[in-house]
């Protein structure tokens, strides 16, 4: 049974950082692709951060380019978001997703974690 586990959602203040972690189980980590979604209050689920395997290539919307840094650890099958100079409009449920072909769209992923909260205050 796959298992993705987010946590290190939280309120933070406009500005401030936060480190979301997914600790995956029942896969083979290391042959997944690995991303993260958000999904912000009336809105649909959208892409925010990807890595390939062996971190070998990332890519991010646009929208979080220069802040967010996705990176990952396949001894401790966790992939991590570090998230920095947060803005209000960042608040949303983050999901953590593995899959196994190309893409960066939510149709693409095999499974999905149940979400963190994040929360901006300005």
């Known amino acids: 049974q796959v298992q993705l586990v987010e946590s290190g959602g939280g309120l933070v203040q406009a500005g401030g950082s936060l480190r979301l972690s997914c600790a995956a189980s029942?896969?083979?980590?290391?042959?997944?692709?690995m991303r993260w979604f958000r999904r912000a209050p009336g809105k649909e689920r959208d892409f925010v951060a990807g890595?390939?395997?062996?971190?070998?290539?990332?890519n991010y919307a646009d929208s979080v380019k220069g802040r967010f840094s996705i990176s990952r650890d396949d001894a401790k099958n966790t992939v991590f978001l570090q998230m920095n100079s947060l803005k209000p409009e960042d608040t949303a449920v983050y999901f953590c997703?593995?899959?196994?072909?190309?893409?960066?769209?939510?149709?693409?992923?095999?499974?999905w974690g149940q979400g963190t909260q994040v929360t901006v205050s300005s």
């Open positions: 997703a593995a899959q196994m072909g190309l893409g960066y769209d939510s149709r693409t992923v095999d499974y």
């Open positions: 029942g896969l083979t980590f290391s042959r997944y692709r």
């Open positions: 890595i390939n395997r062996i971190s070998v290539s990332t």
